[in-house]
């Protein structure tokens, strides 16, 4: 019989669990997933290996675990997207949010992308299920407001993959950026700069207005 975890418990796996996803993090970006050890991500979360496979089975489960861990950090961003929401300041947050993510988070989108590259040996599942539900969810929003007449008749999933393609690219491409910007890095000017370019030209191909942010994200 299982002994149900007190909070003090819960608490730790949790912080234990967030632990090592980071380090993963940063070990698959360095190293890729056939050049990243347990033993090298033990050793970045300060923890001993053994609490490392207590967690998580293996590395492939692991890797798997982290590529769902980004997913989701991602699709949490329109959580409130519905058919009644203004499309104009749901979609220009979520085009700004996933920007600041790409400028300050680059790790995450790297990871994702060089998966995706590879077939997603590791993701597949969870592309077909999970973000398969979540993308027809969305899209039955915005073809709601297509119908409302707030929003252009545009096709929605490519305009989910519109705005993943675009936001993304700061992250992926980074150097690529930098080097045709001229650029050792990207200011807090620049990075305004992007995000209302990007916001603007996204949303004037759904006949939205851009709204001016000032200042920030």
Known sequence: MNTPETPKKSKIRERNSQQIIEAAEAEFVLHGFKGTSMQSIADRAGLPKANIHYYFKNKANLYQALLENILERWTELLTDMHADSDPKDVLSRFIRNKLHMSFTQPNPSKIFAMEIIQGAPYIRQYLRTD???????????????IEQGKIANIDPTQLIFMIWATTQHYADFNVQVLGIMDKEELTEKDYQKISDSVTNMILSSCGLQYPRKKGGF
């Open 131 to 145: 973000l398969r539900d979540w993308v027809n969810e969305k899209v039955s929003v915005i073809h709601q407001w």
